[in-house]
């Protein structure tokens, strides 16, 4: 059996289905789990291979855990977006003024992005494992382009790409939503986080304002950021026939449903070109001063280098050029495309996974050796029932609020999503 761990599920789950129907097709079982559930999955299915999204965070004692037990593969979940330390962060945790913890060492096969990242990734010395680079997994979508083009009333898309913090917590005082966001992620020892909300809120000043402006005879959908679930977007635009909301739609069909698109700090951006979009970028309509700090301390927002983008200034120009755009080949996004996604693929990103995936499988051979964990709580007695021990965790996740954009199995899903709607009610 293959074990295919999910980081979020409204970003990836489309491409780990896909992936996964191509390896039964091979006559391989796979299951797909929850990113939190690495090694209680692992007790249960006792599996052959398990891909993980990265080596770092709460899954750097997974991986500990399961050294040398079963293979272990990095299918990555975030990509690099044509900047080259990014391409560190993501598999190695290593930032410009810092490194955090990574076990990428202690893994089996790293998949990349292209040829290129691998290159890059192989000049540093603390590299041990194959690198094998297939494309991004979650751009095979990449190959589903319709263009499609729209001679009536212009379909806008305006993706949101920051998360609203306040989502969490419902309190009709401010302060009391305030205090809990600070105490959970915490401010005091992260205080470029303010900044971060600074962002977030003027950049929704900004969608506000363009939704007065636009022509009223335009389609505008606004896409919630993947791992968003705030709906309060709907009940702000109930009223306006015009704009709707898209919570549910797979980004492929998203994107070809739009005209133009508009959003910022975002790989959609990549997407627009890919798919033959005009994308407008807000970057140059935030106050500088409002960027003007590093993320982790370590990246700032203005190193999402969006080179395709129009670049407004204003709201006027806005308006203009969503009146005028049309999509303009770039020689230089092409160039980049091929450097960092090896796009236009010669193979798809799931088939070229699936296949490599497949051949080692078939030469990979481990002796199951439970992992025990929790040894000094009452958990470690459920060591005997991994069944019942992998469920009831992840029924404790699921209850979970902030991993509502986890994946879940249909058992969990289908029992218990009205008692965690009716928890969410009484929970303060």
Known sequence: MILLTCDHKRRELASLKKLKLNLENKGIRVKIINKHLTVKAYNLYKPKIITIPHCNTYLFNAVKNLHKKVKLVVLPSESAIFVDKFIEMIFLNKFENYSGKSNHNKTDLIFTHSEYTSKFLSKKNYIKPYLYP??????????????????????????????????????????????????????????????????????????????????????????????????????????????????????????????????????????????????????????????????????????YKETYSYKPKNMKELIKIVKTAKFKKNLIMSKKLEKYYKFPYKISPVNAVANELEKQYKNTSYSFSPVKINKNSIAKYFYYFPFLYFYLSEIKIFFNRFNRGGYFSSFTRIFFSIPRYIYSIFRK
């Not at 950049?203 to 919630?224: A, D, G, S, V, W």
């Not at 590093?294 to 990246?299: G, H, L, T, W």
Request: a positive charge; zero cysteines.
């Open 134 to 303: 297939s494309g991004f997994i979650h751009y095979d979508y990449w190959n589903n382009t319709k263009h499609k083009h729209f001679n009536k009333d212009k379909n806008i898309g305006i993706a949101l790409t920051l998360i609203n913090p306040f989502m969490y917590y419902k309190n009709k005082n401010f302060l009391v939503n305030y205090y809990h966001i600070s105490e959970e992620i915490k401010y005091f020892k992260n205080p470029w986080r303010i900044n971060e909300i600074t962002l977030g809120l003027y950049y929704n000043t900004i969608i506000f304002e363009i939704l007065k402006n636009l022509p009223k005879n335009y389609k505008i959908n606004i896409r919630l950021h993947p791992m968003d679930f705030d709906f309060n977007w709907k009940k702000i635009f109930k009223n306006k026939k015009n704009i709707s909301i898209d919570t549910q739609s797979e980004i492929s069909e998203w994107i070809n449903n739009q005209d133009l698109i508009i959003s910022t700090f975002s790989a959609i951006n990549i997407d627009s070109y890919v798919f033959k979009k005009p994308h407008i970028s807000l970057v140059n309509m935030i106050p500088k001063h409002i960027l003007d700090y590093s993320a982790y301390d370590a990246f700032s927002v203005k190193d």
